[in-house]
């Protein structure tokens, strides 16, 4: 068992807490000590605890902003020691990637090959974080250049913004967490993490990691919980919110506090248009990998397929029959495609919203059964325009299947939605990939691939509801800093 006790100077939490997390194998289930309260984390696949943490009350969480508020400006952290911290992190990660994937894949809807691929993707986040360190210079301004400038010389150079509430979802229990933080300490920041409540382990886990390898306590702190958000957010302290999950949520945090920049990714139901030059195969495989990995519940995943009708009825078949080839199972079984939702409660939803589809004249090709907290990959057509299952971003294994024979009419229909992240575009024809790209009101197109894509150096974020900002390391690093300007007035006004 590992054990994380935090004293008067540790960062995991509050200054009196205690989290527990699993071993490598086989996982503690056990009371909760020295008072404070426990929240168990059970496994989706078939609702074992796997672990324990402390569920961080108002209290606790007003005491983790506090410390970290009183003491982050006193204490002094030079970037190349920020650099240097997430290099060795990195470095440590990839060392200990069987653990991290085997507590991801515990405690979360990864299958043990997906928990695999995050924890090479985490590592590289945060080795393009420690790199973005070399971001972060400043410019001279030319003050010469209105008559008002005369005289004046300077500069400005970026600042960190201050404490910086990061608050993370469930379906990227690593990623995405190396995403909020990396950027966010390399720009010279404090971070208190509310890391998911059906996924601390893993956030635990790298945050133990970046403290054991140079990040300094007073720089992050972790309240984990079912409720530490609701304080974090109303915290006047608090200078940045990063937030990644649903567009609701996210109204409420804009609510909850005092004006300040806000950072969030929201999501998106994600199209893709094939027009008839595509190759049916590479369609095929883009749209299934797309739509069903991580059972769905990906905010890139591919949800909507508007296909030219001469290629039509060729892709429907082959999408069923790829579709209907995967593998259900058990996450740690490597010959598994699909896991479990990370709840019956949004199995049933998804269950839920198939069925009012099919009821108003959608046709269900294929999946679509549920098992517990397992859904079938489904495929349906003819889903009605109101259908909540166009409209909203499922999060789960599920992907619809349109002809066209009017390509406006096509981009018309994969912009009417009210949140645009990303898109995909197959054609061998440039011009019309281009003219595509340009009338899609999305973050990023992807040609010749599905949206389902992304590296992580790239601006990451969308359109409409789909957020405010962009993630992505550079852009990260850029949004939780500002420029701050230095201008002398020399006493000399050249003639």
């Known amino acids: 068992m590992t054990t994380t006790t935090s004293d008067t100077t540790s960062a995991v939490a509050t200054p009196e807490s205690q989290v527990w997390a699993p071993p490598a194998g086989g996982f503690w289930e056990g009371e909760w000590k020295d008072g404070h309260r426990r929240m168990l984390i059970r496994d989706p696949e078939n609702g074992k605890p796997v672990g324990a943490v402390m569920d961080a009350t108002d209290h606790e969480t007003n005491r983790a902003v506090t410390y970290l508020a009183d003491r982050w400006r006193r204490h002094a952290w030079p970037l190349w020691e920020r650099r240097e911290a997430l290099e060795r992190t990195a470095a440590a990660l990839a060392d200990e990637a069987n653990r991290f994937a085997s507590i991801m894949s515990a405690e979360s809807c990864k299958t043990i090959n997906e928990a695999r691929n995050e924890v090479l993707r985490a590592t590289e986040t945060l080795r393009l974080a420690a790199h973005a360190a070399g971001n972060l ?98 915290d006047p302290r608090i200078d940045v919110v990063s937030f990644t999950g649903g567009p609701r949520t996210a109204d409420r945090i ?76 058990s996450k740690k079984d490597p010959a598994t495609n699909i896991g479990p939702l990370v709840s019956e409660t949004e199995a049933k939803r998804v269950e839920r919203w198939i069925g009012e589809a099919v009821a108003a004249g959608a046709i269900l090709h294929t999946g679509g ?29 599920v992907v619809l299947l349109e002809p066209f024979s009017d390509l406006t009419a096509a981009i018309n229909s994969a912009n009417a939605v009210d949140t645009g992240l990303h898109a995909g575009v197959f054609t061998h024809d440039i011009r019309r990939a281009m003219t595509i790209a340009n009338a899609l009101t999305v973050g990023a197109v992807m040609i010749n691939s599905s949206p389902d894509f992304r590296i992580d150096a790239m601006p990451f974020g969308g359109f409409k509801r789909s957020g405010i900002g962009r993630e992505g390391i550079e852009s990260a690093v850029e949004q939780l800093t500002e420029p701050k300007i230095v201008a002398i007035n020399t006493g000399f006004a050249p003639e």
């Open 137 to 234: 210079t400043g410019r001279t301004v030319p003050f010469d250049n209105t008559p008002r400038g005369r005289g004046w010389t300077g500069w400005y150079t970026r600042e960190p913004i201050g404490v910086v509430a990061a608050i993370t979802p469930f379906n990227d229990p690593l990623n995405l967490v190396a995403h909020k933080l990396g950027p966010a300490l390399v720009a010279g920041n404090a971070v208190v993490l509310k890391p998911a409540p059906q996924t601390p382990l893993t956030a635990l886990a790298l945050v133990e990691l970046l403290l054991r390898n140079g990040v300094p306590a007073e720089r992050l702190a972790v309240v984990p919980g079912e409720n530490a958000g609701h304080s974090l957010v109303r």
């Open 254 to 329: 804009a609510q909850a506090g005092p004006a300040r920049k806000l950072l969030m990714e929201l999501g998106g139901n994600n199209a893709l248009i094939v027009c008839a030059d595509a190759d049916p195969d590479h369609v095929t495989t883009a749209v299934v990998d797309g739509a069903f990995g991580v059972a769905g519940q990906n905010c890139l995943s591919v949800q909507r397929v508007f296909v030219d009708a001469i290629r039509y009825g060729g892709i429907l078949r082959r999408v069923v029959d790829a579709a209907e080839a995967l593998v259900v199972g």
């Open 369 to 397: 059964r549920r098992r517990s907290t397992f859904v079938t990959p489904a495929v349906l057509t003819d889903v009605p325009a109101d259908a909540a299952l166009r409209n909203e971003e499922v999060f789960g294994p």
